[in-house]
């Protein structure tokens, strides 16, 4: 696709006041350790191509007609001054929702969401705290602030300024007498995200103290994983759950969740607390996770506690868009190009993986070996019989209403601001993740757009158009993944030296309207090793599944297209792989297909894997949940097969985590 004219292609999106209210003023009270990038203003990225095709099927699924099927997303919300639910579901919801909403300029979503903001904001306690006063809880607050900032970004209000201001002035006075507790004292970072997003805009100096009160007050989660104690699988009895202790503190330092949202701990307090051990503790706390429960999916185990590497325990899908948030917020403050790779991984697998490929229902926990999703309790380690089935609200209503973040802040994410003058304005940009794509900004003072052309993550060719008002200097930075050795870039049809893989090639130039960047990633077959000596394939950031036949059976039905299933294998699925891993592009063919739209579905996957594999008879499921992966390597003399290995998100039953044969002794 070309480049229209330059005037015409930098028309912005957002309205003038917010552009005004995104212009940061100087900054009287820097912080002490500035991010290394800093995410672009809320609506300075649209979505493209496969992209926005998945965007609008969020749109068109339950994201955008939660409140009609759901009352605690509907008029029923105490967050809409109704008498229902008035914790975290509405907060949750608008959090999601507001981004959606503006990536799709969709009216009537806007109107969803302002409706909440209206109600929030017109509805103040005197003493300045804001929400529902069925409850004083700090944290629904945390979210609800976060959905606040997006809002005032992406619309430039003047009433969200000064009520965030009124409402962090009670907080700092209020804490002394009623501090934090159970969520609240777990996901502190979270809001004091909130605190130095209005630091930035104010330089009002009691917010440094509320985010120094606010990191006193919560869990120490730096220091918990400097001395990591839950190296095994976590019980219900030793958490004593069943004596009332699900909220102490034992159980919510083994909570998922809370550790998909404390990844970020670390690198948000290192801006405050300068010290640069703070900013490096997300990839000690990713490494420990990774190391005791971590899966192939790009997901640690969570259904609902910590759960060890076996790949047929759950992750809780509230966990995987909470560690893409916190994922992405680490990058931008660190500039580590590790963490946008396993964001990569959790957007293009994990989270489409445990939604339907038409967005109308969810898991609450999903599985890398999942082979039936049916009313069991096995093998969940806290969580109920309903974890794994599709549907409105399966097991518990949080995801219900969280997961609509996902994609939308995934999409924010993709390019970042890199370093910034005094005034404020972009030094630099810098290309975080890939994903089709349009960028209006500014970068010293000039306007520019980017538009990113790219099959990314089924083909390996992104092709990004610069297009600035005017000639203009300025760096650069394109992400090269861990995975892409030998990855070759050029410029205007000139190669450059090849950059390192797991790095940020920087390329600083005169750019002029009508340059282009093509980058080419070598999609090569690779695996990795997993539980029991396990193997998983992946291509470039995908994971690939053996995609179990699925029988889906409908349970109950709640309106328009909600509803509840269960589903059922009709195809075995209890494969092990023939695969040399020095050398899987030898025994693993690759096929190409178009992509179209529903990227995810597997029906229409845009490319697919042809591996040998065997039967393992003795390797079995019981209620519904396959046995553990058996030891590799492992023997087999049921015959030979070609079987098919799709995109993990594709399959709903699936074999991720495949027992390797031994060679020499199947036959």
Known sequence: MGMTGAASALTPWLSRAAVSANALTPVDHPLPMPPAFSLLPLGSIRARGWLLDVLRRQADGLSGHLGEVWPDAGTKSGWLGGTGESWERGPYYL????????????????????????????HPWPNGMLGPQQ???????????????????????????????????????????????????????????????????????????????????????????ENFQYKQKITAEFIKLEQGQGLADLALATHGVNNGQAAKCGPVWSMVSGDPRDRDAARRMLEQLDQYHGLPNGMFSCDEHLAGPDPSQGSELCTVVELMFSLEQCVAITGDPSFADRLERLAFNALPGTITSDMWAHQYNQEPNQVECSLHHKPWVTDGPESNLFGLAPNFG?????????????????????????SGESKGLAAVAYAPCD???????????????????????????VSPSKPVRFEMNFRTPGWAERTSVRVNGKTIPEPIAGTFAAIDRTWSAGDEVVIEFPMHVRTSRWFNHSIAVERGPLVFSYAVGEDWVKMREYG?????????????????????????????????????????????????LIAKARQLPDWRAEDGAADPVPMSPVTSKAPEEAIKLIPYAAAKLRITAFPQLDQEHSS
């Not at 520019?448 to 060719?461: A, K, L, M, Q, S």
């Open 95 to 122: 959090d999601g929702l507001l981004p959606l909403a503006y990536l799709l300029d969709d009216a009537r979503l806007k109107a969803i969401a302002q409706r909440f903001v209206d109600w929030i904001l017109e």
């Open 135 to 225: 409850n004083d809880d700090w944290w629904p607050r945390i979210v609800m602030l976060k959905a606040l900032t997006q809002y005032q970004e992406l619309t430039g209000d003047e009433r969200v300024i000064p009520a965030m201001d009124r409402y962090f002035r009670y907080q700092l006075a209020e804490l002394p007498k009623r501090p934090l507790r159970d969520w609240g004292k777990f996901r502190w970072q979270d809001e004091v995200l909130s605190v130095l997003w209005l630091y930035r805009r104010t330089g009002s100096a009691y917010l440094r103290d509320l985010a120094k009160l606010l990191h006193q007050q919560g869990f120490d989660w730096v220091s918990s994983f």
């Open 398 to 422: 949080c995801c219900t209403a969280n997961y609509h973040q996902g994609w939308p802040k995934f999409a924010n994410s993709l390019w970042m601001q890199a370093g910034a003058n005094e």
């Open 439 to 465: 960028v209006r900004t500014s970068v010293a003072g000039t306007p520019v757009r980017i538009v990113e052309e790219t099959d990314y993550p089924f083909r390996g060719r992104v092709r990004i158009h």
């Open 560 to 608: 328009l297209k909600a509803a509840d299933w269960q589903v059922y294998p009709t195809t075995p699925w209890n494969y092990a792989l023939s695969i040399d891993p020095a050398t899987p592009e030898a025994s693993v063919s690759v096929v190409e297909n178009p992509v179209g739209a529903n990227v995810f579905d597997r029906e229409s996957v845009p490319v697919h």
